[in-house]
């Protein structure tokens, strides 16, 4: 027989400059709740090895991975398991298409805002610089600057939830 679940999951995504720790608060707030974690660092480095050397680059690849998961994430929605996804969703474009993905599987949505200073990032950056060399070339100030200029706080008119973390 047929389990016909009629809960859905919830998305929860994450809001946070390059370097906040949205990667770290992802991964503890998975194993805290049990939600299905979906990583873009990790499903990058799988699926485009040594494809990312600059913010062009990352943007291309970023795009692909979000189309090849949409499927995929409303899929685990609908089954009735909860999704945290560690993408950062630092522009409105970026919150308008979780956003849609969670409302075509009639699912709730939840944003993370990881608020931290400029510094705190930036350090936050060097550290990771030191412990994965792998994304030395990536994680630099300059890079931060640029992805930085990007960055979209989010408001109440966009409709989502935000849970606030400092």
């Not at 707030?29 to 049990?34: E, N």
């Not at 990583?39 to 485009?48: H, K």
């Not at 522009?91 to 699912?107: L, P």
């Amino acid at each position: 027989m047929a389990d016909k679940r009629t809960s859905k999951g919830t998305l929860h995504f994450l809001i946070g400059k390059m370097g906040a720790g949205k990667s770290t608060y992802s991964k503890k707030f998975s194993v805290d709740t049990g939600y299905i974690l979906i990583s873009e660092d990790e499903w990058l480095a799988q699926l485009f090895p040594d494809e990312i050397n600059n913010f062009d680059d990352y943007i291309s690849r970023h795009c692909r991975l979000l189309s090849l998961l949409e499927d995929h994430i409303k899929q685990i929605l609908k089954a009735g398991s909860s999704v945290i996804l560690d993408f950062p969703g630092n522009t409105v474009e970026t919150r308008t298409w979780f956003k849609a993905v969670a409302q075509s599987a009639n699912a709730p949505l939840v944003a993370h805002y990881i608020k931290a200073s400029d510094e705190k990032c930036l350090a936050q950056i060097n550290i990771r610089r030191v412990e994965q060399p792998t994304r030395a070339k990536f994680d630099t100030p300059e890079v931060f600057q640029k992805v930085n200029r990007f960055f979209e706080e989010p408001t109440e008119a966009e409709g989502i939830t935000v849970n606030l973390v400092e």
